[in-house]
């Protein structure tokens, strides 16, 4: 979708959760009615925490996932349900891009072989003693 950047959309770890606003002020932070914070609540395109009581308690990310969702809404024209499409996408991408991440660090501490061990040479029978770039046998 041509001026969608999902770098843009704030990431999980990248804004503070440690402050929590009530509906009201979580609206005008956001430059929304109160009313469309429970509609999207109920569309499942932000999920606020909930007070025992059963109040809606927004977190710093949450206003700024609001925000997104008003510039995707206003400036791109894209309706509610693409909007939850495209986070739901973005979610999905920040998952596979960690786990991706993840599985490179397994991979590098458990294949690099040691010095002197044998390495078989994909596409060939052969076997070669590995050693270390810059450090030859004499």
Known sequence: MAGVNPENRPRRDDVSDAATFMISVAAE???MHA?????????????PQRTRGGGRRYS???VEMLREIQRL????GVNLA??????E?????????KRVADLAH????????????LVPVPRSNAL???????????
């Open 73 to 76: 809404s206003q400036d791109e």
């Open 82 to 87: 693409g909007i939850k499409r495209i986070i």
């Open 106 to 117: 397994e991979l590098e501490s458990t294949t690099r072989p040691r010095r002197g061990e």
């Open 128 to 138: 070669v003693v590995w050693q270390p770039r810059g450090k030859r046998r004499s």
């Open 60 to 62: 710093n990310r949450d």
């Open 29 to 31: 932070l956001a430059g």
């Open 35 to 47: 009313q469309t914070l429970r509609t999207y609540d109920r569309l499942g395109l932000v999920t």
């Open 89 to 97: 996408l973005s979610d999905e991408v920040e998952a596979l891009h």
